[in-house]
Structure formats: C-alpha cells, structure tokens
C-alpha cells in the first residue's frame, strides 16, 4: 500500500515507523531522498519534522515547571521583559499554558513574510523582538483557538530565559541526549545535505512536476518549526511515552506531567478543535490520539501516538501538498487490529504457508482501475486495490481452496466468488482471473 500510495501520489520519498511501545515493528522507506542524485529514502532519513518541533519546545516547558522555575499561569512579562504588543485584545495577561493550548489570542504569525517564496527568509531573535511592539493581538487571551507559530516561538523564549541556557542547548541536554535521540537536532543540519537529509519538493504543478525547494533555517522561529528528525528517532520519542505512562515515575519528565500534557486543555465550544498542552488532540470512535503534524516548505510529516494500545506511527514525506497525518492514522487503522490481536493472544496468528508467497505481487486492473496488491495472509491471500486512502476499509480476504484457486471470505465467513491463479513456466502467477476477468501481473 505504501509503495503503491508512493507512486501514485507522485511523492519524491517517503519514510514510516510503526511503534508498539517498545518494539519498533516496522520502519522503511521508498522512493529517493534526491531525485537527482537517486538516494534512497529509509528509516534514517532526515526530514524537517516542522511543528512537531512544537512537542520538544513543550516538553521543555513543562520540565521547567517541574523545577519551579516558571508557572502556566505565568504572563509573558514575568520572563520576557521585551515581551509588549502594539495592541491587546481585552483584558487579561496572555499566559505561558495560552502559548501552549494556541488559546494566547496572539497573531499566527511574527511579521515576516517568511513562509513566502522563494527565499524561505525566517527572522532572527533580534528582528523577532524589533517587530513584535508593532504586532496587534487578535482576540483577547483564552477566548478562541489561533495556532500560533509566534506563540510557540515564545515558548521557546521563556526556556532559555528561565533556564539562564540558549535554547539549543537546554533541548540538547536536557531532552534529545537522555532520550537518545542522536538524529534530532533542533535546527536543519546542513552539513547533511546530500548525504542523510533529504531534499525537500514543491507541490505538485500543472505540467506534473514538483520543484526542489530552497535549504532553510527556522532561526528564531525554529522553537515552533526548525527541528530535523528521522522515522526511527521519531518512533524513540513515541517509545518514550509508552514507557513512562505505564512505568511511572520520571524519565525525562515525570508520568504524571506527560500525562497532563495529553490531557484536553482547550476545547472550541464545537469540540472540532481540542488541545494538550502542546499536543494535538484527536477523538475518533472512542479512542483518543495524540501527537502533532509538521509542514515545512518541502516537508511533510507526522506523529501518532495512541497511548492507552501504546501504538505509534510516523509517517515523513520530502513534498508538499501530503497529507501526513492522513497517512498516519491510516497506516494505524491498517495495522493496530492485527496488533492488538496479537497482543491479547500472543502465539495464537500464524504465518502465511510459504507456498503462498509465490501469488504475491501487483497485478493490473486497467482500465478500470489502478492496481490489485496481493498479500499472502494465514489461510490464503488478500488484495488491495491502489491507490486508495481507505486500505483498512478495502482489504478483500481470500482462503486457498483448491489448487491455485482462492474464495473470498465475506464478513459473515461464509465464501464467495473464486479467484484462480494462471502459472507460468517457471511456477509464478502471470495473472488471476476473477469474474471472469483477467488482470496480469505487473510486478
């Protein structure tokens, strides 16, 4: 699914991790990190994971009030003396919990047209500061939700004023080395490009083509979007939650602090929108996940973490216009029931029969379609159609009845129609033919 997905969607290279908490079960790559040179995307490509940034920063927060050294409850002033807007928005002070739940009622953006193209121009610390006082608030605090680049890169203010640190320093040491997170740097490392970093790609344009996109650095702003990462470290992170929520006590943080910043602190009066303290909020059907997407100017990524199955995924993308966290939660939907089921009844699952392996592979369903994906699977085989957003939803179970000849398993368990294999010379499947149709193998 992924490689067809890859293809399809015309996506330079992509990079996945899938977590179940302490086991890393699955990471790869397909497709280039450079489509001019032809390097590979893998598990130890770097990408700029953008605003999953904003989860560092946050962490780093929260182990300062930990220490007692700042309050969420403290306003801006109290540690950022500089910190003065043209214009408020209402009564009250905007607080450090405001920065972290996006409810601060600041603007989106400091005020520079640094998301704009082609130069990718962000500010520094010091152009950050000038502009500021000439920045009116948009809402007063605690009254809607604005995502807040600014606020974050706030955020990351306070930690190296209440730390008496630089701000790389402090994450460096206080976050990334404990936790092992060799690959992570809270800036892009430039001294990879060309070799682990991979290129970042526009957006798809009309002739079919995406366009790579100029190096950058988040500067000032990289507490809210500068960081670089891999699938792998990624995957660490979620790890590291997993472990402290059932462990307890601290590491890092303490279980109870991480668990705060995972439970809902803002809510819109429609519940479309829920936040964390720095952790994007999502409920769907009874189960609550957590994490955070990332979009730079050719990137895309996301973390996924669904705490209480303990199951992450990661998913990366050297292009814009990706739906990452799309693709997250549906590589979860893809894998967490087999996971789950796996880990009620250790033992119970069992390999696919070798002599299934042989039907594996692509087979085409033009011109009706794209592709059918066949996967040996226990007692037979299944298919997939691609390309598809949905696989969870489209899988088709076969059980091997006959000599290559297959029935689909309806919901019910009960059989349906057939679908026979036609072998070759060399004893692989040249086609399958099912309603009386033919589709041949591609690959």
Same mark, same amino acid.
């Given at each position: 699914?992924? /490689?067809?997905?890859?293809? =399809?969607?015309?996506?330079?290279?992509?990079s996945v991790?899938?977590?179940? !908490?302490?086991?890393l079960l699955w990471s790869g790559g397909f497709?280039?990190?450079?489509?001019?040179?032809?390097?590979?995307?893998?598990?130890?490509?770097?990408?700029?994971?953008?605003?999953?940034s904003k989860l560092f920063t946050s962490t780093a927060i929260m182990q300062l009030r930990?220490?007692?050294?700042?309050?969420? !409850?403290?306003?801006?002033?109290?540690?950022?003396?500089?910190?003065?807007?043209?214009?408020? $928005?209402g009564e009250g002070d905007v607080t450090i919990e405001g920065l972290l739940t996006h409810a601060s009622g600041l603007p989106r953006e400091s005020d520079y047209p640094y998301w704009s193209a082609p130069d990718f121009s962000f500010p520094t610390h010091e152009q950050i500061v000038k502009r500021l006082s000439q920045q009116d608030a948009l809402y007063p605090p605690e009254l809607h939700f604005q995502y807040s680049n600014l606020g974050l890169t706030l955020a990351g203010e306070i930690v190296a004023a209440a730390s008496g640190m630089p701000y790389t320093d402090y994450v460096q040491k206080k976050i990334l080395e404990p936790l092992g997170l060799v690959s992570t740097t809270p800036f892009m490392p430039e001294a990879q490009r060309g070799k682990r970093l991979?290129?970042? +790609?526009?957006?798809? +344009?009309?002739?079919?083509?995406?366009?790579?996109?100029?190096?950058?650095?988040?500067?000032?702003?990289?507490?809210? %979007?500068? =960081?670089?990462?891999?699938?792998? !470290?990624?995957?660490?992170? $979620?790890?590291?939650?997993?472990?402290?929520?059932?462990?307890?006590?601290? #590491?890092?943080?303490?279980?109870?602090?991480?668990? /705060? %910043?995972?439970?809902?602190?803002? @809510? /819109?009066? !429609?519940? /479309?929108?829920?936040?964390?303290?720095? =952790? @994007?909020?999502d409920r769907e059907n009874n189960k609550l996940f957590v994490g955070h997407g990332g979009s730079c100017p050719g990137y895309r990524t996301a973390l996924l973490l669904m705490p209480e199955e303990r199951i992450a995924t990661v998913f990366m993308a050297n292009a814009q216009n990706v739906d990452a966290e799309g693709w997250a939660k549906k590589i979860y939907d893809l894998v967490a029931p087999a996971i789950l089921a796996a880990s009620k009844e250790p033992g119970k699952g069992k390999a696919p029969a070798a002599e299934l392996r042989r039907y594996a592979g692509t087979y085409s369903e033009q011109?009706?379609?794209? #592709?059918?994906?066949?996967?040996? +699977? #226990?007692?037979g085989v299944i298919l997939l159609g691609l390309?598809? %957003?949905?696989?969870?939803?489209?899988? %088709?179970k076969f059980k091997l009845t006959g000599p290559d000849t297959f029935r689909r398993v309806r919901k019910d368990e009960t059989l349906g129609e057939e679908l026979v294999f036609e072998m070759g010379p060399d004893g692989k499947p040249v086609r399958f033919k099912r309603h009386s149709n033919y589709s041949p193998r591609i690959r």
């Open positions: 699914w992924l /490689e067809g997905e890859h293809a =399809y969607d015309q996506i330079p290279g992509i991790a899938i977590v179940h !908490d302490q086991e497709g280039a990190a450079d489509l001019a040179d032809g390097r590979p995307a893998a598990a130890d490509t770097l990408y700029s994971i953008c605003s999953i930990d220490t007692g050294k700042v309050r969420l !409850d403290d306003p801006l002033q109290k540690h950022l003396e500089w910190f003065q807007l043209k214009k408020t $928005a991979a290129t970042g +790609y526009s957006t798809l +344009y009309r002739d079919g083509k995406r366009k790579p996109v100029p190096f950058f650095q988040g500067n000032g702003i990289a507490p809210a %979007m500068g =960081y670089a990462s891999t699938a792998e !470290d990624l995957a660490r992170f $979620a790890s590291w939650q997993f472990r402290l929520l059932k462990n307890g006590g601290a #590491e890092v943080l303490k279980a109870t602090t991480l668990r /705060e %910043m995972h439970r809902v602190h803002w @809510a /819109e009066p !429609d519940f /479309e929108t829920i936040w964390g303290i720095g =952790y @994007a909020i011109p009706w379609g794209g #592709e059918v994906a066949v996967v040996p +699977y #226990e007692e390309p598809t %957003m949905e696989p969870a939803k489209e899988l %088709m």
